[in-house]
Structures are given as structure tokens and as C-alpha cells.
């Protein structure tokens, strides 16, 4: 795979993957998300074009 060099995630990913968590629908991507906490760069694995890759993306400050 591309690994982490595959730059940062783009309209049309399916994540399918952040850090160590699975993520099949929206109630397991706001877990992970949360599990992960804030301002940090994780690793998410998403489906690009038919191809699964891993990208470092970083999670912003939850609003208050």
C-alpha cells in the first residue's frame, strides 16, 4: 500500500478505519473519533478509488 504517504483524506474516501478502531457506520466513526481524542494525527484507513490506503490525518478541538 501507499502507507501514510498518500497525503490527506479527500472528498469521496470511505473510512473504513481511524487508529485502532473499526469504523462500519456513523455511531463506530463518532467512538473512534472520540476514543482518539483531539488535536492529534491518527492514522485512517479509507477506500480511495476501489484501493484501500492509510493516511495521516490530524483531529481538530471538539466545539464547545
Known amino acids: 500500500g501507499a502507507g501514510a504517504t498518500a497525503g490527506r483524506l479527500r ?6 478505519q ?3 478502531y473499526r469504523v462500519r457506520n ?4 463518532v ?3 472520540r476514543a482518539c481524542g483531539a488535536n492529534r494525527i491518527v492514522k485512517i484507513t479509507v477506500r480511495r478509488r476501489g484501493r484501500d ?3 495521516a490525518q490530524p483531529l481538530g ?3 464547545k
Open 26 to 29: 456513523m455511531a463506530e466513526y
Open 53 to 55: 490506503l492509510t493516511v
Open 18 to 20: 481511524i487508529g485502532r
Open 11 to 16: 472528498v469521496g474516501d470511505v473510512i473504513r
Open 31 to 33: 467512538a473512534a473519533v
Open 61 to 63: 478541538a471538539a466545539d
